[in-house]
């Protein structure tokens, strides 16, 4: 084995990515990267002596990933850099440039190193003419969006670099993902996050998608071990090499916070609803079919909307409460 390389390292999934990559792998084989000059240590519990494999990596420079990659030795490339689904929206020649440009400066690094890439594309890779239940793993995209254009034409770009140059990409179409450790990037689905953190500070949140907004969701720990397992798994098996259907729940902020109220009594949620947000979640499936995951390499979430609660609450307590907690000071009484 010889290294690996995650871009946009710093963010919601990569915070949670790195140890489990380290613990797999070994520290001194994962090289951590972001756009982000951040202290390591601040961001990512990295174990000892991982901080000479940190390097400031803007995706968007080819030279600089290419250097990396030589440099590392790297045989595998986690490209995790983007913009989410709402800041996208907000910039979306920005999110071009990095969503598009930054996974293509990665394909040919990969391409002239013979790398392995995971590509994380998302359910907003789908769009309104996309059947909206059970949407099967082959279906009609046409995404509505900046951050849906780039992830559909990013399963693209993989597959025609899998099939013209032979390259070894795999990808998973993520739903939104919930997780204590790190804060979400701006995506559509932040709610679902954002709602914990409001319901033990304040017994409280205002909710920017309406009641019965229904969308996938899963817990952060069976994100990581997709994304892991899906890269171990034996390619000959794997039919849909980079854009794999993956959930583990079809939820709505109702259904959350009724979660949340058999742990919080009193818990009260109320709706503010952005526009701008609603719409990108409107054009959404509502519930994912991921059986061809579970046929071709074994996916099974192990976490439901009960047991992520319960897991998330218990997490969170200690960090927003408890001693050395960050209390609610400077933060939205109201909830965003
Ligand atoms: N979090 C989710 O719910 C979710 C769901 C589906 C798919 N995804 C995809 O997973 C990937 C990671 O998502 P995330 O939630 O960790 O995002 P995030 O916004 O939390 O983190 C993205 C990271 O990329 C970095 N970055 C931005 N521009 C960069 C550049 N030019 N070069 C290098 N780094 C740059 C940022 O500093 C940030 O640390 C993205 O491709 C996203 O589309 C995320």
Known sequence: MRNILVTGAFGQIGSELIPALQQRYGAEHIVVSDIRMVPLQAQVPAPVGAEQNYEQVDCTQP?????????????????????????????????????????YNVLEAARQYRCRVFFPSSIGAFGPSTPRDHTPQVTIQRPTTMYGVTKASGELLCDYYAARFGLDVRGLRLPGLVSYVAPPGGGTTDYAVEIFYQALRYKHYRCFLGPATRLDMMYMPDAIRAMIELMAADGGRLRHRNAYNVTAMSISPEDLAGEIRKHIPGFAIDYQVDPVRQAIADSWPRSLDDSVA??????????????????????????????GGIGPQGLDPKGS
């Open 294 to 323: 579970r046929e071709d390499w074994g996916w099974a979430p192990r976490f439901d909307l009960a047991s992520m609660s319960a897991d998330m609450l218990a997490r969170l307590a200690q960090k927003v409460t408890g001693p």
């Open 63 to 103: 030279q600089q990933i290419l250097e990396a990659v030589r440099r590392h030795d790297i045989d595998t490339i986690y490209h995790l850099a983007a913009l989410l689904s709402a800041v996208a929206e907000e910039r979306p020649h920005l999110a071009w440039s990095i969503n598009m440009g930054g996974l």
